[in-house]
């Protein structure tokens, strides 16, 4: 089955840029997701991409999709202590339930 | 709308007991699931629903029962509480089953001793 990995920690500077990357194995995976959790809360969908776009651009955020590789990345612009959260990347095909990755907990320090 | 409330947000249960999760949501969604989120696991599918009367195991079924009576409604049951069913429980919904955005509900923290 389909399988999503991600580095489990990151830590960035307040103002600096964050990249959170993302591999999946299933290159059929149609719609890719980046969902933030803030603590002691549920997940909340930040923004998606359908596998036929190299890249989204949706205010701070950049999304990134190579399909070759099946490689996806969030870059978050100017990042903010607010942007202290873990974020999850998260794949499927229509039809089908989600996989969701590991998550990645984003540090940002002062 | 209320989107999907979860109920309890805590609960503490001895090995062997039994209890239920409750699940609901108001946006006329088919599809919904419950996951469970452990350390550095990401959320893994229990069950899910693609609409009231049907219901499938996800990735980790063993020792949880679920029912779909109403579009509403997702409970989720633990049978006999297990200390390795300590976890952080969500619920979540969609109009569909891919493709479509999920909405997750705030989570139940469940501790088994």
């Known amino acids: 089955g389909e399988d999503v990995e991600q580095s489990l920690f990151l830590s960035v500077r307040e103002g600096d840029s964050s990249v959170i990357n993302c591999t999946y194995t299933?290159?059929?995976?149609?719609?890719l997701y980046w969902y933030k959790q803030e603590p002691g809360a549920g997940l909340q969908l930040l923004t998606y991409?359908?596998?036929?776009?190299d890249m989204k651009q949706d205010q701070r955020l950049t999304v990134l999709l190579n399909k070759k590789d099946k490689h996806l990345s969030l870059r978050i612009a100017d990042t903010q202590t607010g942007d202290s959260a873990i974020y999850f990347c998260?794949?499927?095909?229509?039809?089908?339930?989600?996989?969701f990755g590991p998550g990645t907990r984003l540090s940002v320090l002062p | 709308n209320a989107g999907v409330t979860q109920t309890p947000k805590f609960q503490v249960l001895k090995t062997g007991q039994s209890m239920t999760l409750q699940c609901a949501q108001d946006?006329?969604?088919?599809?919904m699931s419950w996951y469970r989120q452990d350390p550095g696991m990401g959320l893994r599918l229990i069950h899910y629903?693609?609409?009231?009367?049907?219901?499938d195991q996800g990735e980790v079924p063993n020792g949880y029962n679920v029912s779909r009576s109403t579009t509403e409604d997702f409970p989720l049951r633990l049978l006999s509480a297990a200390p390795s069913q300590t976890s952080v429980y969500f619920c979540?919904?969609?109009?569909?089953?891919?493709?479509?955005?999920?909405?997750f509900g705030p989570g139940t923290r469940l501790t088994v001793l």
């Open positions: 979540a919904s969609s109009p569909g089953a891919g493709g479509d955005e999920q909405f």
């Open positions: 299933d290159s059929s995976s149609t719609y």
């Open positions: 991409i359908f596998s036929n776009m």
């Open positions: 998260a794949v499927n095909n229509y039809g089908q339930n989600f996989v």
């Open positions: 946006m006329n969604h088919e599809y």
């Open positions: 629903s693609v609409g009231a009367g049907i219901t």
